[in-house]
């Protein structure tokens, strides 16, 4: 076991140099990720499933009754598929293992006297790691200080009442901060942990199955034991009519192999974490594949403001105090810029009132102004550091980091903070937060330096103020002191002091107002939750084009009952000074109406929330490891305009899933049907088991794999989401794949018998190139439920057409290469044979052609 390292400089921590020779030594500070797959167990899982166990018996038996050849041949389409699939699968697993990797968190570490964000690997013994609400502990850590610290445990103990910690108490790694601050020196890290001694981490993204992985893989073995009985029926009608069995088994067996769509859930899979990998180059990362799948149906957004609408970059631009008001100049986090009023420029040495304002936002603060390479930035929580910067616009002193005794931390249910500091005569109670709470604990109000009693009128001018300011859109803080006696830090703050307004521009980012435009225009609704200010809410809500009908805070919503929201809920409706937990009570709500529900959340108390919608979407950047773990998105942007475009690719990647069911449904239809009709006819077998399977095996994957792949159709976003209970499939599925069955499987039986007469052998080979070339031809009318290909381009999908010529290249092989005519026993197509087989393709690409054109032609008049 690893013993604790020396205590480091707490006040620094440790140097950069020492960091990474403690790296070296102790290793990084993670638990290993559940069991990784190897390549081998992939190759060797693809010879696993039943059908392919069904297919090894059947070679066995061939091999026994002598059948050297046929016992080849489906071994070879065996292997083919195998490593096809395998290739796939493979494809697959190192996508989700990437997503994986770019999951990992980040910890907050002191390193040569900075404060630094750094990967939690890249943790080790001795490093002063300082912790906040919502993170998760990154090591074992020996506190050093700690404010009003909870720590939720259950990961460890079981135990879900969170315990309190103070300062000499031990950390652990994995449990979870849920509120207070907290200061500590790692312990120990990776494996030498309590977590790690006890547990491994099974955190890894996507290996739950979907709800529609599930209902695929039903569909599948439905169709499976189906395709068992009816082979089954078939051989022995046969064998009792007086066929020779063996030749009868290997039709059973192809029957079977014709009936199930074997390839389907595979595909699904490797299309649904393909797309979760093409989803983070929009910034979007999945935790599970089914956030990918469900994005494509959401039909209510619920999106917090700060950060996720507008940029999270505050500005301070206003202070209003109870007799005088102060412009400040300047931009961002750069102090250049100036205090203003009536007079001119002021410094906190001018105004007693300005100074104690700007002195209570300091020491309320936990950011920090730092210069790097010329640029000015900031570290810490974006309100505060806003509240730094004017401050050194102001010139105002900076507080000795130690007057702090204790805190009471900021929470988004408190919407406010306050820090107890020595003052020159006994203590005081700095408070900063939302003007209601802060206003509600002030009895004075500092006029002319000094306080006198808060009374109704001045109330009402503050209040009026207050609104103003958040009408133009400024998010407002109140500062407030009081003045104490004794060094205990209160429950609730109470008999404050009024100091002022500070009003911070955050600006809408400039990408959400397209965005929600095009959210609009899928009909998408976006409703906003957020904790500030109902009237500042409103003001960004109409800068990035949303239409507020009304508006409801958080005690309104309280004392509504539920069918009163439910009402509200079918408006344009905004909820302002929100509570977390408030959060939860409106998901149910939208979800009781049908709806599915994509939510945000950043902070400890929006997990309940996030876990409960449809889609919970946490941020990246901003939000916290707990909002993460209970998210099924992650945006890495924290932008909204990224949910949309997630909800893009979900519409799209759920398109082309219901595509190629119904392209390989309707290629094994035909099969069957020709299968079945030729039975009945009495006829020479049309296909032989081992032409099917490699029909349905070593060539359908490629190319559903590919119609996976298909772009977005024009038009995706503009239509209404999808509801919940469409099936996959559906009557005009259904239909589908009856039209394209029955047409595919009559002409592959008009050419067999139309050239029967020539050669069985050779009949059969048109046969089944013919049933090739349709199946191969067809996928163009797929390509687009809706569209025709003159719409959404021809060579739009080039992996498509690299799949085509693949698998037109390997049945051109089929006919002509010795050893796959002998193995498939197929003959040489001539002319004459290719010319038949071509006419019979074209209506497959033309007629869905025209039919569709003539839909979009009817439905783009009306
Ligand atoms: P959203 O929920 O849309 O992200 P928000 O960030 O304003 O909005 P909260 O974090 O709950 O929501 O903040 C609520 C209010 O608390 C803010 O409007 C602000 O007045 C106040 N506030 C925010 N951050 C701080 C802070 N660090 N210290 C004190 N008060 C704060």
Redesign the pocket.
Known sequence: MQTDAPPPDRASGLTDAEARARLARHGPNRLERGRKISPLRILLRQFTGFLVLILIVAAGIALALGERIDALAIGLVVVLNGILGFVQEWRAETALDALGRMMASAARVLRDGEERLIDTEDLVPGDVVIIEPGDRVPADLNLDAAAHLKVDESALTGESVPVAKAAGERLFMGTTVVAGRAEGVVAATGAATEFGQIATLTGAVGTKTTHLQRQLGRLARQMGLAALAVAALIGGLGVATGRPPVEMFMTALSLAVALVPEGLPAVVTITLALGAHAMVRQRALARRLQAVETLGAASVICT????TLTEDRMTATRIVMADRAYEVSGTGYDPAGHIAGHAGRVRAADDAGLAALLETALICNHARLVRRGGQWQMVG?P??GALVTLAYKGWAPLPDRDVAEAELP?S?DR???SVLARGPDGHILHT???PEPVLDRCSHVWIEGAPVPLGAAMRRQLDREYEEMAADGL???ALARRVQSNDTLPHDEAGLCFLGFVGLIDPPRPEVAPAIRAARAAGIRVIVI????ALTAQAIARQVGLNVAQVIRGEALDAMDDDGLRVALTGDVLFARTAPAQKLRIVTALQDQSQIVAMTGDGVNDAPALKKADIGVAMGERGTDVARDAADLVLLDDNFATIVRAIREGRRQYENVRKFVRYLLSSNAGEVVALVVNLILGGPLIFLATQILWMNLVTDGLTAVALGLEKSTPGQMERPPRPRSQPILGRGGLLTILVFGSYTGAASLWVFYTLLPMGEGLARSAAFTAMMIFEKVSVFAFRSLHLPCSRIGWVSNPLLLGALAITLGAQVAAIYWPPLQTLLQTQALGWTEWWMILMLALPLVLVPEVVKALISWRSARS
């Open positions: 917090d403001k700060t950060g929580e309100t505060e900021f988004s919407k406010r903070m900063k937060g939302a998010r407002v803080i957020t904790g500030d200010a």
